[in-house]
């Protein structure tokens, strides 16, 4: 082992953690400008030019801020239990491709900390240690509405931790891989979220549930449980749990860019312009970030419009809904790509060829998606004040 | 009702916050640079007034420290003489003190004085950063003069002003 790629690895997931640190600072103001927009309103933009600076009062308030540990809580476990929720929230990225490789010092420099060949079994695995740190917290805390905020997560995280997983699996099928970079370079043509649009729009659903942000904020409802599992906190760890969930929020958003967006490609359609990421390497974490800002504002649009659904619905629209649905498109997908293997049938319109298998895969899954919300209307109009 | 009521409603909704993103201007207002003006019957802190000539309005008479229902006023009156004259007729408010942290703003002391010397103005801006300064006194709550020699006390000629309450016409509304 060359003492090099040690450095270059430390280098590399230090500088991960800080981005995703800064990227947690600004993601509060840019989170909170863009919701007083949205309220016709203007928002912070007092502490500094346009409140640039505002993260940084923030953080020192919140730093200065007196800590109480209630009484009754189990100390060790309450003060665990945040940095078991921050850790896996910077951790998580560690196998994302942030763009392609330059040369440095005679050096290749790949843009991602890790090359793991099972990637998304990584980020499953890390996504769901995260639920530990918030049932902890909530359970530590000896007190009744942070149980029930972390017991409200726990139920909600693994519920949609399953179509989550089918979600993924509609991408590793598509990009014929595990290896996130790998499934970067099979958008190179074309985006996962082109093929299947509706495993597309599933994934940034079930990752709202994932973050617990609108409209899945149950963790967390104010008029319910004034604050879920962070209620006994304050002070910084009180921020360590914020700073969890807007970096989870940056993560989840990286993730659904890598694997339909795709990741720190320039869109199929520039891939032999200057545009290109293969011209210029720094382009790619510059497409990554525009389509992480996209996503992002995508969830605070979300969290701004819609109201907090109830929580029998949350489960019943979990497993009842997009479960089965994910597990159609999977199928759906995974029977296409085998029908093209199989019976390899080309058509050919204007200059492109088109395989015909795959190309039923976005109709065949829109369908289904439709199929789904005629099926929740049926229910909802068949009961109308009842459960869906 | 149809079918894809669910979705055509929630992007509705999703069409109604956009629109609203890109809507000016914002209802906010900067508020130290910019201020709303307040209404015209406002109840703001109070002004002691003057006449145009420069004479002080109050006799001391102590009726708006009757009428406070807070108990916010004091008011200790001392004698005029024509050598040293502050206000017109017998006595004039030698101390006039007004406790702004137990004053109610509910303008009944405005009501119940007779030359019509305190009125709540339009100032709303009050801070204190300890008990002391929240109590405000003559100086603080005179009007200003627009020249040097209509500040009280002066010498006026004898026999002018002997009258304390001026003549008015009873108000309107």
């Avoid at chain 1, 843009?111 to 890390?126: M, R, W």
């Avoid at chain 1, 989550?164 to 996962?192: H, R, T, Y």
């Avoid at chain 2, 500040?151 to 002018?160: A, D, F, I, S, Y």
Wanted: hydrophobic share 50%.
């Amino acid at each position: 082992m060359d003492w090099i790629l040690w450095i270059e690895w430390i280098v590399k997931g230090f500088v991960l953690c800080m981005l995703l640190l800064a990227g947690f600072a600004y993601l509060t103001l840019y989170e909170r400008r863009a919701l007083a927009r949205i309220q016709v309103r203007v928002g912070p933009n007092r502490a500094g030019p346009q409140g640039v600076l505002q993260p940084i009062a923030d953080a020192v308030k919140l730093i200065f801020k007196e800590e109480l540990t209630p009484a009754k809580a189990y100390k060790a476990i309450f003060l665990m239990a945040p940095i078991l929720t921050v850790v896996p929230s910077l951790i998580i990225a560690a196998v994302i491709p942030l763009g392609s490789s330059f040369t440095l010092f005679g050096r290749v420099i790949h843009l991602y900390v890790a090359d793991i060949n099972v990637g998304v079994l990584y980020l499953t695995s890390i996504a769901s240690i995260a639920v530990y740190g918030i049932v902890l917290a909530g359970w530590s805390s000896n007190n009744k509405y942070a149980m029930l905020g972390g017991l409200r997560s726990s139920a909600q995280m693994i519920s949609y931790e399953l179509s989550l997983g089918l979600c993924f699996v509609i991408a590793i099928l598509l990009g014929d891989s595990m290896n996130l970079n790998e499934i970067v370079a099979a958008q190179k043509d074309m985006w996962f979220a082109v093929v299947q649009p509706a495993g597309a729009l599933a994934f940034l659903i079930v990752t709202l549930a994932e973050v617990n942000r609108a409209p899945f904020d149950m963790p967390e409802a104010e008029q319910e449980l004034t604050a879920g599992y962070h209620a006994e906190y304050s002070g910084m760890k009180f921020a360590l749990f914020f700073m969890a969930e807007y970096q989870k929020m940056i993560v989840i958003s990286m993730i659904a860019a890598t694997l339909f967006f795709g990741g720190y490609r320039e869109f199929w359609f520039l891939q032999d312009t200057i545009f290109s990421v293969d011209r210029y390497w720094f382009l790619g974490p510059i497409y990554l970030f525009l389509k992480v800002v996209v996503l992002l504002f995508f969830m605070i649009w979300v969290r701004a419009t819609w109201p907090r659904i109830r929580y029998d619905r949350l489960m019943a629209f979990g497993w009842k809904v997009l479960l089965p649905l994910t597990l159609f498109l999977a199928f759906i997908t995974a029977v296409g790509i085998l029908l093209q293997q199989q019976y390899p049938l080309m058509v050919s319109l204007w200059i492109f060829n088109i395989p015909v298998y795959i190309a039923i895969i976005p109709f065949l899954s829109a369908a289904i998606a439709l199929v789904a919300v005629a099926l929740i209307y049926r229910e909802l109009r068949r009961k109308s004040h009842g459960r869906i | 009702m149809g079918v894809f009521d669910p979705i055509i409603e929630l992007s509705r909704g999703l069409g109604e916050t956009l629109r609203s993103f890109w809507r000016e201007p914002t209802v906010t207002v900067q508020y130290p640079e910019e201020k709303r003006t307040v209404r015209p019957r406002f109840r703001g802190r109070h002004v002691l007034k003057r006449y145009e000539n420069g004479l002080e309005k109050c006799i001391g008479c102590s009726l708006c420290a009757a009428a406070c229902p807070a108990d916010a006023i004091f008011v200790e009156a001392s004698e005029n003489t024509d050598e040293a004259r502050f206000s017109p007729g017998e006595r004039y408010a030698s101390t006039y003190e007004i406790n702004m942290l137990r004053c109610i703003y509910c303008g009944f002391c405005e009501d119940a004085c007779p030359t019509e010397a305190i009125v709540l103005g339009d100032n709303y801006e009050l801070s204190f950063t300890d008990r002391r300064q929240a109590i405000y006194d003559k100086d603080m709550l005179l009007e200003p003069v627009p020249m040097a020699e209509m500040l009280t006390p002066r010498k006026v000629e004898p026999g002018l002003f002997t009258r304390s309450v001026p003549q008015m016409k009873d108000p309107r509304d």
